[in-house]
């Protein structure tokens, strides 16, 4: 047998013994995990009513998902997830008997569902479709689908999927065709040309051209914000005038202006919402439009002639619904900063109040306003008529108002575009911050010893509580670890109604129970409890937004002090940009309650400048509170508090921020020093220019603050020690370009520069390699993956670096006396899979061994050793070497079904993964994040300070009993014995 062959048996023995200790058995899952899968926020909404299946709502969301959810619990009934960015972007969607049709990126998937089941029925493209220009579809009657797609209206035939025939739009290169319609047997394609014209083609259902047409338009632009009333006449809003200006498609030749007297048009506001089919086809067209906040208009068109209906203020949000022969208006708004959505019906032409729909629901103030309504009317037992309500928030929630007056379901689609996540420690029971107060106090021996015994005799009598609570409820868990949406709303009203269990939020034996405080894209915080996925509590800020960064946006959370400082109550601070103002603003709040903090005002604190970085100072003052550092775009810096400024520049002269500057490609690290009005400004100490015309920075990454490092390096084969380069202050940062020869050859860099002095530490380039990449920085080394466009598959490439066998100062690192250039070793692996997201482990100690986490796009989250990623596997592998640990060298890493921590529980979508610690060194904290949440714990050494849940209590305490036995009765038989031999 050779060394190859052996090394192989070797490492394929390795992972067989690992598989047989990683296994999970049924009755497990879900016991200390837990799922929860969204939709996103909802763009399209459909209803279809009755059938076998129940009332069911299908979705397209901004999430690239197409959605059925039932209608009377809120659960999702099937779901299809699209594919990522522009290339599966949603821009129509019709419902149509039982099939649902979708087309995404300007017509490159167009796609026909079957309603119930949610299979696909039939797929097809139109080709030359652009995905910058929105497609958008028509139905007509059961059984053509026409989709206008850039240049072409193509028709289907709803059924088979067939193409019926296609048609080219004339003067496509000029014009902008965007809108499609039905007006009885013809067809209307409208398109813009900028500054110019109204292009109209209108065709027959058998395809063929009926006639073509020009309108002169020379206020209009090709973004214009147009929309088309019941088929018959087009509505646009002129930009600089604000006047609405209207069009007959059968034979109009002129635009007709309708001046809104004693209303302010904005048009940055201006919207047309989805109220399209008002009226039979004897009654006025009408139309809403959204002229400014909360502020709208109805538009009547009759006999070519358009006059406003009705003008609504302070309306959130309005719908037209059908009830028989008449249509009536639905308008909601709510009450003062309360839990009140009032809600009014009324006819939509006469105005006359409709009582049975006029209603007082509650809605929660923290989903926002309604941005949307989606009303049904049903016959109740006493023949009048129910009216159901559902509801997009502003948080992007969808909540189902029923006509009791509360919310039959409630699903937050903001959980579905989390930007920053942190896991905070419950505080301890009030029982043992007793006890902790009696460290430092100066009471005497006999008071100390009566607080002692009455805090230890309240322990006893909790416990007592707590046993006789488990005895009579026992554990459970969710079946497979999917939390359903009735499950989790069902225990949030009991939450809401008689408040969570004092005892429950209070800190376990290993703290492994955290709260974890999630930010979404919508300004909206969660608490989420970590044993079950519910929220704890929820807090939306409505002017929050969000801060662009490089490739995403993002929304800064800090953790300011911890429970661990109590009577201190713990605080958190998000900071982003305010959405009209667009300056930044700060909000800070208890982590366990979500109540705002008191030293912060509710409103949230707004800043008059612009932030270029902001920092968490590792220092505490007085009150244990970590200080905020704030830089604007003059190089200044701001403290918050700002009572702790003395604290700053106390540390001054040890504090260095850097700034990217994503335009010029320009890297600039500062240090912090007192001007001559000692106020603390921004000093550049240098720049790394990474040459913008060749290639852009895509990512920074930095190590985290929390993680901590066990072993200041490795035990080699000869016994020797080989130091790690543990430079806390090293930046990754990675750039992407094309080669300017090869336009099709994409390369990127990797640069590992010294945060403090700006020195290049290490800098490579992989050729022939693109995105999308993700890059993990922890301890010494650094882990990212790549497309080889060479040979055409995923690699993961590993870089590590050593000091050396000598260290160069055991006590502390310092920036400015950096060792010599570090030992770099770097291997490259074949990774079988494409990332999503990529993060490793974090313990309490770091003693415990680290574990690799890897999001896959199939829906898997893989965890593999870092052993595997090792770059010091040798090919043949000595014995020294084995001593060692090591194993063979092999190109292709593992991915064994076994090493899925989600096990079947499928994630799609997956941006990011967060790793905690726990109070057991042995225990990570994993939450997984995107369009699902996915939760749990991992043991990358394996439980190994906690002794097994099949630990045989019984019988060790029966064989320690009998030896103690044993050991008396021997002791006394010895003792007679000696008695006995004395006498004699």
């Not at 000598?806 to 502390?812: D, G, I, K, V, Y």
């Amino acid at each position: 047998m050779n060394t190859l062959d052996f090394s192989i048996i070797f490492q394929f023995a390795i992972l067989l013994f690992d598989r047989n200790i990683q296994c999970l058995y049924e009755d497990q899952a879900g016991t200390f995990d837990w799922r929860q899968q969204y939709v996103g926020r909802a763009q399209f909404v459909e209803y279809i009513q009755g059938g076998q299946s129940g009332t069911r709502i299908i979705v397209g969301t901004e999430q690239n998902v197409v959605a059925a959810i039932n209608g009377k619990n809120g659960q999702i009934g099937w779901r299809q997830v699209l594919e990522k960015g522009p290339s599966g972007h949603i821009n129509d969607l019709k419902v149509s008997g039982n099939y649902v049709v979708t087309v995404s990126a300007g017509g490159e998937h167009i796609r026909c569902f079957n309603a119930i089941s949610g299979s696909l029925h039939w797929e097809s493209s139109i080709p030359g479709a652009l995905p910058s220009h929105p497609a958008t579809i028509q139905i007509h009657g059961s059984d053509l689908v026409a989709v206008l797609s850039y240049d072409r209206i193509v028709a289907y035939n709803i059924e088979a999927g067939n193409e019926l025939w296609s048609l080219a739009l004339t003067d496509s290169t000029k014009v902008k065709y965007s809108y499609l319609a039905f007006s009885e047997e013809v067809l209307y394609a409208v398109g813009i040309s900028d500054r110019s014209h109204v292009s109209l083609n209108s065709v027959r259902l058998d395809g063929t051209e009926k006639t073509s047409r020009s309108v002169a338009a020379v206020w209009i632009a090709s973004d214009n914000k147009c929309s088309i009333l019941k088929g018959s006449h087009l509505i646009c809003v002129d930009k600089n005038s604000g006047i609405l200006q209207i069009l007959s498609l059968a034979n109009g030749v002129n635009f007709a202006p309708l001046v809104l007297q004693d209303v302010k048009v904005d048009y940055n506001k201006v919207s047309f919402p989805n109220l399209q089919l008002l009226g039979d086809p004897h009654s006025p067209a009408v139309i809403a439009v959204e002229v400014g906040d909360q502020e709208y208009v109805l538009v009547a068109v009759e006999n070519g002639m358009a006059r406003v209906v009705k003008h609504l203020p302070k309306v959130a949000a309005l719908q037209v619904m059908g009830m028989g022969e008449q249509w009536l208006l639905l308008t909601a708004r709510r009450s003062d900063n309360t839990d009140v959505l009032n809600v009014f019906g009324s006819d939509l032409l006469t105005g006359s109040p409709v009582h049975e729909l006029s209603h007082s629901l509650k809605y929660p103030i923290h989903h926002g306003n309604p941005q949307r309504l989606y009303g049904t009317l049903s016959k109740l037992r006493d023949g009048s008529s129910g009216l159901s309500l559902l509801t997009c928030g502003e948080d992007h929630s969808l909540v189902l108002l029923t006509h009791s007056g509360k919310a039959l379901w409630t699903r937050e689609e903001a959980l579905a575009s989390i930007l920053s996540v942190e896991m905070v420690d419950l505080p301890v029971s009030q029982i043992m911050a007793k006890m902790e107060d009696e460290f430092g106090t100066n009471d005497n021996i006999l008071q100390m010893f009566l607080k002692r015994f009455s805090t230890q005799l309240s322990q006893l009598w909790t416990f007592a509580l707590q046993l006789k609570h488990r005895l009579r409820i026992p554990r459970q868990h969710h079946a497979g670890g999917s939390i359903s949406e009735t499950e989790r709303m069902s225990e949030e009203d009991s939450d809401d109604d008689e408040g969570l269990d004092e005892t429950y939020l209070t800190r376990d034996e290993f703290n492994l129970h955290k709260i974890i405080v999630v930010v979404t894209g919508p300004g909206k915080v969660f608490g989420l409890d970590s044993n079950t996925g519910v929220s704890i509590w929820k807090t939306f800020y409505p002017s929050l937004g969000t801060f662009h960064r490089i490739d995403r946006d993002v929304l800064l959370l800090f953790v300011q002090r911890t429970t661990a400082h109590f009577p201190h109550q713990p605080v958190c601070t998000v900071l982003g940009k305010d959405k009209v103002s667009g300056l930044p603003i700060m909000f800070s709040f208890h982590p366990i309650t979500g109540l705002p903090s008191e030293s912060a005002p509710s409103e949230g604190r707004r800043l008059n400048y612009k932030i270029v970085n902001a920092v968490m100072l590792t220092q505490m003052d007085e009150h244990f509170l970590h200080p905020i550092v704030v830089m604007d775009s003059e190089k200044k810096f701001h403290v918050y508090p700002q009572s702790d400024v003395d604290l700053v520049k106390q540390f001054s002269a040890s504090l260095f921020v850097f700034t990217t500057d994503i335009e010029t490609g320009i890297i600039t690290g500062y240090g912090v020093e007192l001007d001559k009005k000692q106020q603390l400004i921004g000093n550049p100490l240098w720049t790394v220019d990474t040459n913008r015309n060749l290639q852009a920075i895509t990512k920074v990454v930095t190590k985290r603050a929390l993680e901590h490092v066990h072993s200041q390096g490795i035990v080699l084969e000869d016994r020797s020690v080989q130091y790690k380069y543990l430079n806390p202050n090293l930046i990754a940062v990675l750039t992407e370009g094309e080669e300017a020869q090869q336009k099709a050859s994409a390369f990127f860099s990797v640069y590992l520069i010294d945060g403090v002095t700006g020195n290049l530490v290490f800098h490579c380039t992989h050729k022939k390699s693109k995105g999308p990449i993700q890059l993990m920085h922890s301890e010494n080394w650094i882990v990212y993956n790549y497309w080889n466009q060479k040979q055409r598959r995923m690699e993961l490439a590993v870089l590590e670096l050593y000091e050396g066998t000598r260290q160069s100062n055991a006590t502390a690192f310092t920036s400015f006396h950096p060792p010599p250039p570090p030992i770099v070793m770097r291997q490259a692996y074949i990774f079988p899979g494409h990332i999503s997201a990529l993060a490793t482990t974090i313990t309490e100690k770091g003693i415990t061994s680290k574990q690799l986490l890897f999001a896959l796009e199939t829906g898997g989250v893989l965890g593999l050793p870092k052993l595997l990623i090792d770059p010091r596997r040798p090919e043949v592998l000595s014995q020294e070497a084995r001593e060692e640990g090591l194993v063979p060298y092999l190109p292709e890493l593992p991915r064994p079904a076994d090493h899925i921590i989600n096990y079947h529980q499928s994630v799609f979508n997956i941006h990011g993964i967060h790793t905690a610690p726990a109070g057991l060194e042995s225990t990570s904290l994993v939450l997984c994040y995107g369009l699902d949440l996915f939760y749990t714990r991992v043991m990358p050494s394996k439980m190994f300070d906690v002794l097994k849940e099949d630990f045989d209590y019984f019988f060790i305490s029966s064989v320690l009993i009998g030896m103690i036995v044993v050991s008396v009765i021997t002791q006394r038989l010895a003792v007679r014995k000696a008695l006995n031999r004395a006498w004699k």
